[in-house]
């Protein structure tokens, strides 16, 4: 008799979409030796999930649902997160739910996080709130028979707490990962310098080390050490040889390490050749660019060499480049200019979030020896909003 049920979350399996592995899965059960209902979790030990792709979620009700809904992530803190993306579909007693699209800043590693969940059965009742229960939670979760919802002898629910339900989880930690995105190397005296960017995961839980090798000789010249945001550049003084930099990641809550080379990406130019850098005049960096997760950002610019512009590139993967324009200037009988000008435009993600440092490169029409790079770099602002 569905009036003498009430509804609540019977299991939940929860599969990392990266990986395909089954991170965990639990599931409330009866335990008639002690009386109680406990939830199990089979997979053990659980395993841990970095979100970078997401989540899938398959849920099984105690009985057959009108509805059933995710409402959002609930922290150790109290408060909570919603996915941008989030997929459901199912009836009945079986429902599922893909999770998307995480902005991984907001969650810690070895964290665990709560999925809240809400509903109705066909009778209009509500889905118990089983983590609000005595004993759920203990560890294991157990709640006394005594402890449940029954009817009273007029036929009333009495201990029935409803609204939406805590009880299932997952573990998150962050998977160590880096790129470096972009070194430019400027090579006019009297300094010289790198300037490179740098995309981590784990940002506030990875710092770097920059081992940087001036000359080319296999020995590390010198070294700088620092915390690194998910993206990030800075200057530093070289010798202009051909310098080679070392990158080492460390999670500091993992002591895991991760290695990455990267050198120089222009040459130095011989004196002998005498040819300009390409030099960016105008650029939208200089209109202080922030934008929200999701939204396109577009960036213009503004090329000029004597030479001609071989090429322009961004350094966001993915950039679509339109509205390219080509031409010549002339400032006397035998001397002018060339130019180009174009648009670079590219969606964030949640990864890209804070400070978003791009790299725009022009490389000119010289030969091969003497070709020289030029460089724009700014900054766009990547909001949550």
């Given at each position: 008799?569905?009036?003498?049920?009430?509804?609540?979350?019977?299991?939940?399996?929860?599969?990392?979409?990266?990986?395909?592995?089954?991170?965990?899965?639990?599931?409330?059960?009866?335990?008639?030796?002690?009386?109680?209902?406990?939830?199990?979790?089979?997979?053990?030990?659980?395993?841990?999930?970095?979100?970078?792709?997401?989540?899938?979620?398959?849920v099984v009700t105690s009985e057959p649902m009108s509805n059933l809904s995710f409402n959002n992530?609930?922290?150790?803190?109290?408060?909570?997160?919603?996915?941008?993306?989030?997929?459901?579909?199912?009836?009945?007693?079986?429902?599922?739910?893909?999770?998307?699209?995480?902005?991984?800043?907001?969650?810690?590693?070895?964290?665990?996080y709560n999925l809240q969940f809400s509903g109705q059965d066909l009778d209009g009742n509500s889905l118990l709130s089983m983590h609000t229960y005595p004993g759920a939670g203990a560890t294991p979760p157990c709640i006394a028979a005594n402890d449940l919802p029954y009817k009273n002898d007029e036929g009333n629910w009495e201990n029935y707490i409803t609204g939406y339900d805590n009880s299932f989880g997952f573990t998150y930690e962050c998977s160590l990962s880096a790129e470096v995105v972009m070194i430019v190397c400027d090579d006019l005296p009297p300094s010289y310098s790198v300037l490179f960017a740098v995309n981590t995961s784990c940002a506030e839980e990875v710092t770097w080390v920059i081992q940087m090798d001036w000359d080319d000789d296999g020995v590390i010249d010198q070294i700088s050490t620092s915390t690194t945001p998910v993206e990030m550049g800075t200057t530093v003084e070289y010798s202009p040889f051909s310098p080679k930099a070392r990158f080492v990641f460390t999670n500091t809550l993992t002591s895991e390490q991760l290695v990455v080379y990267a050198a120089c990406q222009e040459t130095t130019t011989p004196p002998e050749c005498q040819n300009d850098v390409p030099l960016f005049t105008n650029t939208s960096f200089t209109q202080n660019l922030q934008t929200c997760i999701?939204?396109?950002?577009c960036i213009s610019y503004h090329v000029t060499d004597q030479n001609g512009i071989q090429n322009v590139?961004?350094?966001?993967?993915?950039?679509?480049?339109?509205?390219?324009?080509t031409g010549f200037t002339a400032t006397g009988s035998s001397t002018g200019y060339y130019w180009q000008q174009g648009t670079f435009c590219f969606t964030p993600t949640p990864s890209n979030a804070s400070e978003m440092v791009v790299f725009l490169q022009a490389t000119d029409n010289a030969s091969f020896y003497c070709a020289e790079t030029g460089a724009a770099i700014g900054t766009v602002s990547v909001l949550c909003c």
């Open positions: 008799d569905a009036c003498d049920q009430l509804p609540y979350v019977q299991s939940v399996q929860i599969t990392d979409i990266a990986t395909g592995n089954l991170i965990t899965y639990q599931n409330w059960e009866w335990n008639t030796d002690q009386s109680q209902l406990c939830l199990v979790k089979y997979v053990a030990p659980e395993l841990t999930t970095d979100l970078t792709q997401g989540l899938q979620v398959t992530i609930v922290f150790p803190n109290g408060t909570s997160y919603t996915p941008p993306e989030i997929t459901a579909f199912g009836s009945e007693t079986y429902w599922f739910f893909t999770l998307n699209n995480f902005n991984l800043n907001t969650f810690n590693s070895n964290t665990y999701g939204e396109p950002v590139t961004c350094s966001v993967a993915g950039a679509v480049h339109s509205s390219i324009q």
